[in-house]
């Protein structure tokens, strides 16, 4: 097998990386630009190159050897921003995975670990590829090396063979650094020789060949003030060479036979792009194919001819197999069922039509451990058939055990927690076009075990529930609820159909109108949605000043638009352009496109089980999200209406629950006293932190609070305020110090909540919801300090979560009490929204507030404001 050697300058591949692409964030809010680029290159570099060997080299410290010969070598170097340090331990755990290498060494740079190594591998027969950002590196360039230099940031590379250095600048390889020592190099701020720049120094090396050949023939130079400069900065010269030239004697204590390339385990790298949220490179590395072999327990299994009450026990582990994500749409594929007599398959036909099945699954003293009950319920009430009696779900257990864990399948989940008797779905049903169900054996034994891991893991999560004091609110709340939830999918919800057809023609209009204002502007017609073609306009043709350049062109996102818009009037139209767009083709013919053709109804699915603070989110389709601050946006709620003739849609919110919990839990005396006084929050506020009386309080003071008091809930920043108020970060800064001096008890529960998650690694809700925190404790500033802030913020927006959840399960006990025909059929944020008959309106308002007010018991009052009309925009 050829050998080949390929090494890898971390440091400046990650600088390239980061600087060539956008900010991003994962969902934890650790910036992760650096890592996506240098993984991208990493796969290119892995794919072209083929190497049997690889390494990355990085810089150990700021000061190298070449610091004793001039202190200020790479002295004008701007501080590394905090948003790439923060990344390098996420490069280096990207090479972990990737199962590649890495090397630093004290007093030495990344240039000279890579120069002493390809001069030792081409000795040893190796071909060597050098990757980099820094040309230095090109005088490393033989018959055996090649350096390729990123140009473009991380997209383009050029290749610097010998031949294509003298091509290039006429010189051979090791001249590059006598160049560096004539012209100098300001970013490794070598001096060189003033008033040479690079075509004088090509021109002498031409000439002279060497440094030092050239200084001991000064007089033979052609030019009497460039020969004074030569003689003036003699030493200089020297000692730019010399900062210049790469060494190959470096005490490098890692063999090549270290180095040696034998590929990524994709589990592992799979584990590590999850974390980071790089979802788009799961598929690059075959992980949606990832099935483990696993040592699978031998399972006894059966598959009775007849459904009979002898196959059902006090207590079973029952499992529905659904293949689709969207349950309510989706056949059943079998059924499972674990308990003392044994595991049996139910064949899906044959249990849907049986009347024992039936009769057990709804038989309320038959208990029933079950994976996913929401879930369960709805696909068996498709079919006509209620499930209760559950005692148990494994799914929600997991969830509020580990809710930071987002398991892909039960496989997943049951092995987390110790239990590895179960394949992979993916390995059972295939996926893509090949997805579809095997023979009935492997079937019945897939689902099978699925029922017997149900069996044995519910007793284990109950004793850890228990040992958390986390057992009330997962049977007390999260169990009940998932049922409450199932209901309301179920039911779902009427869409005026014909409404939402007309809004598309209103707003297709809409676009219409501004598409030929934007293009009268333009002087010509172009594809808006086109970033090139935008950009061409806006920054050539209308001239308007470049604020950010992508790799395509110019940048034409949404903050560049903002920053310009008091320069022409045209953006606000393409900002106005682009957001009726969106509404245009995700929410109105989004919505169309979901509805059911028989009830023209839509079915959301509550997602209980995913968020970390405990909030439902919705998806297919997504009802929470609907932007209600643009004008046409708000009217999409007009297309909810009631499911029957003569009812009509009730909303009922809670009013700034989130700051009311924050009173609650900090205990601060003077934020408890506006809410008991009933007095507005946001002018108390501005009457705290700009000393002023209430009838002096104006609207931007009031604004201004209220971004404050939001801003501390969610652990805002100084930067995000002064972002959010368009002030300057140091008068957002001093805006929080008073704010926090005039609630002393908000920054006490500030500074404790911290200590309490440093000391037991989580923070918990006021009905013992965790969430974990293992960030809070590291070396990192920047990923400390979100930990921190999601510690201050979680409690709250976890309870606020919890309350809501209660008040739900209040409600539907409460309808059921007074016999109400009324439904719940959404929550949305802080919202619960009703569909009901008008002769239970008085009703309503009365039992509304009375459930949610009192949900929970808080230091203090509680407030819901409602509404009701014909549609779900009448009732606000």
Do not use: C
């Not at 020592?181 to 720049?197: A, H």
């Not at 999560?461 to 997962?474: D, G, I, M, R, V």
């Not at 909810?640 to 900090?666: C, K, M, N, T």
């Amino acid at each position: 097998m050829e050998k080949k050697l390929v090494l890898i300058d971390g440091n400046s591949i990650a600088y390239r990386a980061f600087f060539a692409l956008p900010l991003l964030n994962n969902e934890k809010g650790i910036h992760t630009n650096a890592v996506y680029g240098f993984t991208m290159m990493l796969m290119r570099i892995l794919e072209d190159e083929k190497p049997s060997h690889i390494l990355v080299a990085f810089d150990a410290g700021k000061t190298t050897f070449r610091h004793a010969t001039f202190t200020e070598y790479k002295g004008g170097r701007q501080k590394t921003p905090p948003e790439l340090s923060e990344q390098f331990p996420f490069v280096r755990e990207l090479l972990k995975a990737y199962g590649i290498s890495q090397y630093e060494l004290e007093n030495y740079e990344a240039d000279d670990i890579i120069g002493t190594l390809s001069t030792v591998a081409e000795r040893d027969g190796f071909e060597v590829k050098i990757i980099s950002g820094d040309k230095d590196l090109t005088q490393l360039s033989t018959d055996k090396t090649t350096v390729s230099i990123t140009k473009k940031g991380i997209t383009e590379i050029e290749n610097y063979t010998p031949d294509h250095i003298k091509e290039k600048y006429g010189l051979s390889a090791d001249q590059i650094r006598d160049m560096k020592g004539l012209m100098g190099d300001p970013s490794d701020n070598i001096p060189g020789v003033p008033g040479v720049g690079e075509k004088t120094a090509i021109k002498l090396l031409k000439e002279f060949s060497t440094v030092e050949n050239l200084l001991s023939s000064i007089e033979k130079v052609s030019g009497k003030k460039l020969q004074e400069k030569l003689e003036e900065f003699k030493d200089q010269a020297m000692m730019s060479k010399q900062l210049a030239t790469i060494t190959k004697e470096a005490p490098v204590q890692i063999e090549l036979s270290e180095l040696e390339y034998e590929g990524y385990q994709r589990e592992e790298l799979a584990k590590f792009f999850k974390e980071l949220g790089f979802n788009s490179l799961l598929e690059k590395i075959g992980a949606d194919e990832l099935s483990e072999s696993i040592e699978l327990k031998e399972i006894e299994y059966t598959t009775p001819d007849e459904i009979t009450e002898d196959l059902f026990a006090a207590e079973n582990g029952f499992y529905v197999e659904i293949l689709e994500d969207n349950y309510h749409y989706a056949p059943i594929v079998g059924f499972s069922i674990a308990n003392e007599k044994g595991n049996f398959y139910l064949p899906a036909k044959k249990a849907i039509e049986s009347d024992v099945f039936k009769r057990w699954s709804e038989d309320e003293r038959s208990k029933k451990y079950v994976y996913d009950a929401k879930r369960s319920e709805v696909a068996l009430r498709h079919h006509g058939i209620h499930l209760v009696g559950v005692d148990f779900d494994v799914f929600l257990a997991s969830y509020i055990l580990n809710p930071s864990e987002s398991p892909e399948d039960f496989a997943a989940v049951a092995k987390l927690h110790g239990y590895p008797h179960v394949q992979p779905d993916m390995s059972v049903y295939g996926k893509g076009a090949k997805r579809g169900i095997p023979e009935e054996s492997e079937l019945a034994e897939h689902l099978s075990r699925k029922a017997a891991a149900i069996y044995e893991l519910q007793g284990q999560l109950a004793k850890e529930l228990h040992k958390n004091e986390q057992y009330e609110l997962f049977s007390e709340l999260e169990m009940p609820l998932s049922l409450v939830l199932a209901d309301m999918e179920y039911q779902g919800v009427k869409l005026d159909t014909e409404r939402l057809r007309k809004m598309e023609m209103e707003i297709g209009a809409q676009l219409d109108r501004i598409e030929k204002q934007v293009f009268q502007h333009a002087g010509e017609a172009f594809n808006i949605n086109s970033p090139k073609q935008l950009g061409v306009i806006l920054f050539e043709k209308l001239g308007l000043p470049p604020i950010k350049k992508t790799k395509t062109g110019y940048s034409t996102s949404a903050d560049v638009l903002e920053q310009l818009a008091s320069k022409h009037e045209v953006i606000q139209e393409i900002l106005h352009y682009r957001q009726l767009g969106k509404l245009q083709s995700t929410y109105i013919e989004g919505l169309q496109k979901v509805v059911n053709p028989d009830t023209d109804k839509v079915h959301t699915r509550f997602n209980q089980a995913l968020t970390q603070t405990g909030r439902l989110s919705s998806t297919d389709p997504n009802l929470q999200n609907i932007p209600i601050r643009l004008e046409e946006g708000r009217k999409i709620r007009q297309a909810f209406v009631p499911s029957e003739e003569g009812w009509v849609i009730f909303a009922a919110d809670y009013s700034q629950i989130e700051l009311r919990v924050l009173a609650h839990i900090a205990g601060d005396e003077k934020l408890i006293e506006a809410f008991q006084e009933g007095l507005d929050i946001h002018t108390r506020t501005a009457m705290e932190v700009f000393h002023v009386e209430a009838d002096e309080v104006t609207d931007n003071m009031r604004r201004h609070a209220k971004a404050v008091n939001f801003g501390i809930v969610y652990g805002i920043s100084d930067y995000g305020l002064s972002q959010s108020l368009n002030i300057t970060r140091k008068e957002a800064s001093q805006f929080i110090d008073r704010y926090l001096k005039s609630y002393p008890g908000v920054k006490e529960y500030m500074d404790e909540i911290v200590r309490d998650a440093k000391e037991k690694g989580y923070v918990s809700t006021l009905l013992q919801r965790r969430r974990y925190l293992p960030e809070i404790t590291s070396r990192n500033f920047n990923i400390r300090s979100f930990a921190e802030r999601t510690a201050m913020n979680t409690p709250i927006q976890g309870s606020a979560a919890d309350i809501i959840k209660k008040a739900m399960l209040d409600m539907a006990e409460r309808m059921k009490q007074e016999k109400l025909k009324s439904r719940l059929l959404l929550q949305v944020h802080d919202e619960l929204i009703f569909e009901a008959p008008e002769e239970e309106i008085e009703k309503l308002k009365h039992i509304v507030p009375d459930v949610m007010e009192n949900a929970v018991d808080l230091k203090v009052p509680i407030k819901v404001d409602y509404a009701y009309g014909p549609t779900w925009f009448d009732a606000k």
